[in-house]
T-cell receptor
């Protein structure tokens, strides 16, 4: 199957700093990628839809200035957590779609665990 | 809006025993349904999916799921569980025109006793 890779897998930062997480589709091109946030023992919450060459679409309640998403190429989307605070600590997972429409299969990255001290 | 309920937070089964994980969804039309598995600290792997057609779908690792419209359910089953099946299982629903935006259930943590 298709491979989606995230980097870094773990990151620890100080409060007030910014952190960038990369999501790459290794063997396919993805015009659309999705960013999820997963709290401990909770489900995945869709944060935003990342579209190559255009602005991301954010879900209700997600601060777009806080979570900057850039999809500069067909194989790379980045999520930048700006001015991170301890409450931003979470597991962030990206996914990319192979194919088009609703039946295109989603492949998920390994996730990135952010800890803000 | 669509929603997914996984009633069981934790399930423990003995290795070799059968398994059924429950999933109920709420959506006005026929949804797209998925089951994913997540190992600790890892991303999600697709086990199986239902879009249309045969309501009994086969997936990887010996899993199957049955779509029952009358019960709004999409339960995951496996005849004989292996210790390596211990993981978190998520049911998800996608909607027509939703562009692959999935709504996930809260997950079921499966423990396998040897």
């Amino acid at each position: 199957g298709a491979v989606v890779s995230q980097h870094p897998s773990r990151v620890i930062c100080k409060s007030g700093t910014s952190v960038k997480i990369e999501c790459r589709s290794l063997d396919f091109q993805a015009t659309t990628m999705f960013w999820y946030r997963q709290f401990p023992k909770k489900s995945l919450m869709l944060m935003a839809t990342s579209n190559e060459g255009s602005k991301a679409t954010y879900e209700q309640g997600v601060e777009k200035d806080k979570f900057l998403i850039n999809h500069a190429s067909l194989t790379l989307s980045t999520l930048t957590v700006t001015s991170a605070h301890p409450e931003d600590s979470s597991f962030y997972i990206c996914s990319a779609r192979v194919g088009s429409g609703n039946t295109g299969e989603l492949f998920f990255g390994e996730g990135s665990r952010l800890t803000v001290l | 809006a669509q929603s997914v309920t996984q009633p069981d937070i934790h399930i423990t089964v003995s290795e070799g025993a059968s398994l059924e994980l429950r999933c109920n969804y709420s959506y006005g039309a026929t949804p797209y349904l998925f089951w994913y598995v997540q190992s600790p600290g890892q991303g999600l792997q697709l086990l199986l999916k239902y879009f249309s057609g045969d309501t009994l779908v086969q997936g990887i690792k010996g899993f199957e799921a049955e779509f029952k419209r009358s019960q709004s359910s999409f339960n995951l089953r496996k005849p004989s569980v292996h210790w390596s099946d211990a993981a978190e299982y998520f049911c998800a629903v996608g909607i027509t025109g939703g562009g692959n935006k999935l709504t996930f259930g809260t997950g079921t943590q499966l423990k396998v006793e040897l």
